[in-house]
């Protein structure tokens, strides 16, 4: 290979490599420019949809497997039930002697 052809290929590779940077730059550039405010680009509209479960939103759940080291207290904190209910709920548990793997009714 002579030394011309070989100039030709390193021409040519610069030059690609600065069309890929050049198309970087662009697209870097465009999606800036779609965010920067100006009121150039529309905005989408913000649309409160309704909770797509079946249940609201902050409902408690019904049934609360007990895990090692729970207490009422402390299941009724993390479900939002009152330890008071928990107890009308659940008549033949000893709320002193939970064990991990039991089943709690919360509603």
Excluded: F, W
Aim: proline share 7%; net charge negative.
């Amino acid at each position: 290979m002579d030394a011309a052809s070989r100039n030709l290929k390193r021409v040519l590779a610069l030059g690609a490599v600065g069309v890929v940077v050049l198309a970087m730059i662009t697209t870097v550039s465009n999606s800036l420019d779609s965010g920067d405010g100006d009121g150039d680009a529309p905005r989408a509209a913000v649309v409160d949809r309704p909770n797509d479960s079946s249940d609201p939103p902050n409902k408690p759940p019904q049934e609360y497997q007990v895990k090692e080291g729970d207490t009422l207290t402390a299941i009724a904190a993390e479900t939002g039930i009152t330890v008071d209910e928990i107890i009308a709920l659940n008549k033949d548990v000893d709320p002193q002697t939970l064990n991990a793997g039991q089943v709690l009714k919360l509603r």
